[in-house]
């Protein structure tokens, strides 16, 4: 799920919204399954390498919404099933979406550039399409390069007769390395050094192995190989093992900065989405409340007053009005606000017992006490991390009680009134057959 900028307009967090659910739609509908690689999760680690480099970059905010769509839907080209062709058919892809919801010329062309840049030989003119051809490959600089790198070659292998081996894949992988640039400072500072890690633990690879074919592959292994023949062998296995026990810590640390960062997405994702779902019980709710009070306001005003005159339509306004009262009391139980006593102690704190991130829990508290009771938390990660589950839990069970009523509300407004308008139509059919009844 595409990261929501707080400095963003609604609107376009609500086209950012909408182009996710439809890039999804394509990829699980239309997209071969043999896309190993390229395919919706791909296509997420793209959106939010743009994102975090956006934020490094410090680019305009003006900006992000369209590197963010470009990156949703630069790789959509693959449901056309011609992968040569695919920055053309994403970018059409990308442009008849945009018209269809009414985004400016500006914006598509801006959407539209930065997707074509990301074509082989990689050819950004500005900033927005730099930060996405970095992202695009920013795999690369990452502890998964091998991961992905063996998608990738699944991938080919599925897709043409032709197999790949694994000499001939890591020739291809060198050359690749070595022809590649990353364009932004981000790239250049932190990913760069770790894709330089990869390409030389290739190099070793197959120099090791002493398997590769004579000819410019070869050349560009043999130009990597250090000049000085007096080095024993001892020395040479000592020194590479050296490279390979450094460069093996350097995966290692950063493996647990990308897991760190993934499990503060998570719970950044998983927050959002409940504050949205909430958000929306909420509206329903609205929607239900208004609703009923109109119809009970008209009744009130209008039905009321005649009923001395036609007793026979009693019956059929209190079934109405039971509906409604009934529906609007469901749909305010579901938005009406649960708060706790908001003080905790200095044993709930060492105990670990209290949630400090939900407000219902300190809102009484002097501000001290609750500065303390945060730096105790913040310095200890397991109680962090448990606060936060805790958090999405209480969301989750919050939004179960508010699911809960609305569907009751909804349930009785929606059978009570086919009820109450049968009841009616009885009473109408009968006082006419029957005009004397009364």
Same mark, same amino acid.
């Given at each position: 799920?595409?990261?929501?900028?707080?400095?963003?307009?609604?609107? &376009?967090?609500?086209?950012?919204?909408? !182009?996710?659910?439809?890039?999804?739609?394509?990829?699980?509908?239309?997209?071969?399954? &043999?896309?190993?690689?390229?395919?919706?999760?791909?296509?997420?680690?793209?959106?939010?390498?743009?994102?975090?480099?956006?934020?490094?970059?410090?680019?305009?905010?003006?900006?992000? %919404?369209?590197?963010?769509?470009? !990156?949703?839907?630069?790789?959509?080209?693959?449901?056309?099933?011609? @992968?040569?062709?695919?920055?053309?058919?994403?970018?059409?892809?990308?442009?008849?979406?945009?018209?269809?919801?009414?985004?400016?010329?500006?914006?598509?062309?801006?959407?539209?550039?930065?997707?074509?840049?990301?074509?082989?030989?990689?050819?950004?003119?500005?900033?927005?399409?730099?930060?996405?051809?970095? &992202?695009?490959?920013?795999?690369?600089?990452? @502890?998964?390069? %091998?991961?992905?790198?063996?998608?990738?070659?699944?991938?080919?292998?599925?897709?043409?007769?032709?197999?790949?081996?694994?000499?001939?894949?890591?020739?291809?992988?060198?050359?690749?390395?070595?022809?590649?640039?990353?364009?932004?400072?981000?790239?250049?500072?932190?990913?760069?050094?770790?894709?330089?890690?990869?390409?030389?633990?290739?190099?070793?690879?197959?120099?090791?192995?002493?398997?590769?074919?004579?000819?410019?592959?070869?050349?560009?292994?043999?130009?990597?190989?250090?000049?000085?023949?007096?080095?024993?062998?001892?020395?040479?296995?000592?020194?590479?093992?050296?490279?390979?026990?450094?460069?093996?810590?350097?995966?290692?640390?950063?493996?647990?900065?990308?897991?760190?960062?993934?499990?503060?997405?998570?719970?950044?994702?998983?927050?959002?989405?409940?504050?949205?779902?909430?958000?929306?019980?909420?509206?329903?709710?609205?929607?239900?409340?208004?609703?009923?009070?109109?119809?009970?306001?008209?009744?009130?005003?209008?039905?009321?007053?005649?009923?001395?005159?036609? @007793?026979?339509?009693?019956? %059929?306004?209190?079934?109405?009005?039971?509906?409604?009262?009934?529906?609007?009391?469901? &749909?305010?139980?579901?938005?009406? @606000?649960?708060?706790?006593?908001?003080?905790?102690?200095?044993?709930?704190?060492?105990?670990?017992?209290?949630?400090?991130?939900?407000?219902?829990?300190?809102?009484?508290?002097?501000?001290?006490?609750?500065?303390?009771?945060?730096?105790?938390?913040?310095?200890?990660?397991?109680?962090?991390?448990?606060?936060?589950?805790?958090?999405?839990?209480?969301?989750?069970?919050?939004?179960?009680?508010?699911?809960?009523?609305?569907?009751?509300?909804?349930?009785?407004?929606?059978?009570?009134?086919?009820?109450?308008?049968?009841?009616?139509?009885?009473?109408?059919?009968?006082?006419?057959?029957? %005009?004397?009844?009364?």
């Amino acid at each position: 799920m595409v990261e929501i900028i707080q400095g963003m307009t609604s609107a &376009a967090q609500q086209l950012l919204q909408e !182009a996710r659910q439809y890039v999804t739609g394509i990829f699980t509908n239309k997209v071969n399954p &043999a896309f190993v690689y390229h395919n919706i999760e791909h296509t997420r680690e793209v959106v939010e390498a743009a994102d975090q480099m956006a934020s490094y970059l410090s680019l305009p905010e003006e900006e992000r %919404p369209a590197l963010l769509l470009a !990156a949703w839907f630069h790789d959509t080209g693959y449901s056309a099933g011609q @992968p040569k062709r695919h920055e053309e058919v994403s970018r059409d892809i990308a442009a008849d979406f945009l018209r269809n919801k009414g985004v400016d010329q500006e914006t598509i062309d801006r959407v539209s550039n930065a997707i074509m840049a990301t074509k082989w030989p990689q050819s950004p003119t500005d900033l927005l399409e730099q930060i996405l051809c970095d &992202a695009d490959l920013s795999h690369l600089g990452m @502890p998964v390069f %091998p991961e992905k790198n063996k998608l990738l070659r699944q991938e080919l292998n599925l897709l043409f007769d032709n197999k790949l081996s694994k000499k001939e894949w890591r020739q291809k992988n060198i050359f690749f390395l070595q022809q590649h640039r990353y364009f932004t400072e981000y790239g250049k500072t932190v990913l760069e050094p770790v894709k330089q890690h990869h390409l030389q633990a290739l190099i070793l690879k197959a120099d090791k192995n002493g398997k590769e074919e004579e000819g410019s592959f070869g050349q560009m292994i043999v130009d990597t190989k250090l000049p000085d023949t007096n080095i024993t062998m001892p020395e040479k296995t000592n020194g590479e093992k050296a490279i390979r026990d450094k460069e093996r810590e350097k995966l290692e640390k950063d493996k647990a900065a990308r897991t760190e960062r993934s499990i503060s997405t998570m719970f950044r994702i998983m927050s959002e989405n409940h504050v949205n779902l909430s958000q929306m019980a909420d509206s329903k709710a609205n929607i239900m409340i208004s609703v009923n009070t109109i119809v009970i306001s008209i009744m009130v005003s209008v039905l009321l007053g005649k009923l001395q005159f036609y @007793p026979e339509f009693i019956v %059929p306004t209190i079934i109405l009005l039971t509906v409604c009262t009934s529906a609007v009391v469901f &749909a305010i139980l579901a938005t009406r @606000p649960n708060v706790n006593r908001g003080v905790f102690t200095k044993e709930d704190i060492e105990n670990k017992k209290v949630n400090l991130l939900f407000f219902g829990n300190f809102f009484n508290m002097e501000l001290k006490d609750y500065d303390w009771a945060m730096k105790q938390m913040m310095a200890d990660r397991d109680y962090l991390d448990s606060s936060m589950i805790k958090d999405i839990y209480s969301l989750g069970v919050v939004l179960a009680r508010k699911y809960k009523y609305l569907r009751i509300a909804y349930n009785i407004f929606m059978f009570g009134l086919v009820i109450a308008i049968i009841a009616f139509a009885i009473v109408f059919l009968f006082s006419e057959q029957n %005009p004397n009844a009364a």
